[in-house]
C-alpha cells in the first residue's frame, strides 16, 4: 500500500467511525439525538414537540438520522401515552408524561406509526441506512421498530 492509499483507508475509517459514534445501542434512545429531543421535550408542555418531531419524519425528501431518531423518540411518547412504555424510556420522559394530558398525546399514534415504518422502511431513511450498514446489529434495531409499532396500536 503507498501513503495515498493509507490516507484514504484512514479517512473512510473515521467517516464510518463518526457515523455511528452517536449511538450506542439500538434502541430508541440509545443515540445524542433522541436524548437532545427527550432533554427538550422535557422542557416544554403539551404534544407540539412530539406532533413536530412526528411530521418531520414525514416531509418528502431524504430523511436525516438526527431527524429519524427525534420521530422515534416522540413514537416512544405516543406509546407510553396510550400505557405501553418501552423499557428503555427515559425516566425524565415518563415522568414529564405524568404531567401530559396522555389522551391528547395518545391520539398522535397513526401518525407517530406512519413516522416509525418511515423512519424503518425507507425510502430514504439515512438511519436505516446506517443500520443496515451494520449487518449483526440491524435485526435488534429492526425488532425495536417492528415492537414499537405494536405498541402504537
Known amino acids: ?4 492509499d493509507l490516507i484514504l483507508l484512514a479517512a473512510a475509517s473515521a467517516l464510518v467511525s463518526q457515523a455511528q459514534a452517536g449511538a450506542w445501542e439500538s434502541d430508541s434512545f440509545s443515540n445524542d439525538d433522541a436524548m437532545d429531543w427527550a432533554s427538550q421535550c422535557v422542557g416544554s408542555r403539551g ?3 412530539i406532533s413536530a418531531a412526528l411530521n418531520a419524519a414525514l416531509a418528502d425528501g431524504y ?4 431527524e429519524c ?6 413514537a416512544e411518547v405516543v406509546a407510553a401515552s396510550k400505557g405501553r412504555p418501552s423499557k ?5 420522559l415518563s415522568s414529564w408524561l405524568e404531567q401530559q394530558q396522555k389522551a391528547e398525546i395518545a391520539m398522535l399514534a ?4 406512519k413516522a416509525v415504518l418511515r423512519v424503518m422502511n425507507g425510502p430514504k431513511s ?7 450498514e451494520n449487518k449483526k446489529e440491524f435485526p435488534g434495531w429492526s425488532g425495536h421498530m417492528q415492537s414499537l409499532i405494536a405498541r402504537l396500536k
Do not use: I
Open 1 to 4: 500500500m503507498n501513503r495515498r
Open 47 to 49: 404534544s407540539k414537540r
Open 63 to 66: 430523511l436525516e438520522s438526527p
Open 69 to 74: 431518531s427525534m420521530a422515534v423518540a416522540a
Open 88 to 92: 428503555f424510556l427515559p425516566k425524565e
Open 110 to 113: 397513526p401518525v407517530a406509526a
Open 126 to 132: 439515512e438511519l436505516r441506512e446506517l443500520w443496515q
